[in-house]
């Protein structure tokens, strides 16, 4: 069982940046960043492949954000720039193991691929 750990959520003003940070309490093989407005499902953000830090990105967070890790501290970071009032939301580190079989990889940003879940971190961008 592994444990994630997020934190650096906030408040910012629209063209702000924030930069969250999530910790795995053991080995992971991907990890991911989701979140959701109230009332939504869960939208994926960004996935990064530990072994070799392979990303994968939402379109609509490309170019603004970036998904990077410290393979010596199992900890994943989303660095979000030029923030915009929809990115309001809550979001959320996902993690699962390698799995053992090809894939596509749209499944990064689906939520039920993944295995374990952080608790969840408020950014609210403000116009």
């Known amino acids: 069982q592994v444990q994630l750990m997020e934190s650096g959520g906030g408040a910012v003003k629209a063209g702000g940046s924030l930069r969250l940070s999530c910790t795995a309490s053991?080995?992971?093989?991907?990890m991911g960043w989701f979140r959701r407005v109230r009332g939504s499902e869960r939208e994926g953000v960004a996935s990064i492949y530990t072994g070799d830090g392979d990303t994968y990105y939402a379109d609509s967070v490309k170019g603004r954000f970036t998904i990077s890790q410290d393979k010596a501290k199992n900890t994943v970071y989303l660095q979000m720039d030029d923030l915009k009032p929809e990115d309001t939301a809550i979001y959320y580190c996902?993690?699962?193991?390698?799995?053992?079989?090809?894939?596509?990889?749209?499944?990064?940003?689906?939520?039920?691929?993944?295995?374990?879940w952080g608790q969840g971190t408020q950014v609210t961008v403000s116009s």
């Open positions: 996902a993690a699962r193991e390698r799995p053992r079989t090809s894939f596509s990889s749209v499944l990064r940003l689906q939520e039920d691929w993944y295995h374990y």
């Open positions: 053991g080995h992971t093989g991907y």
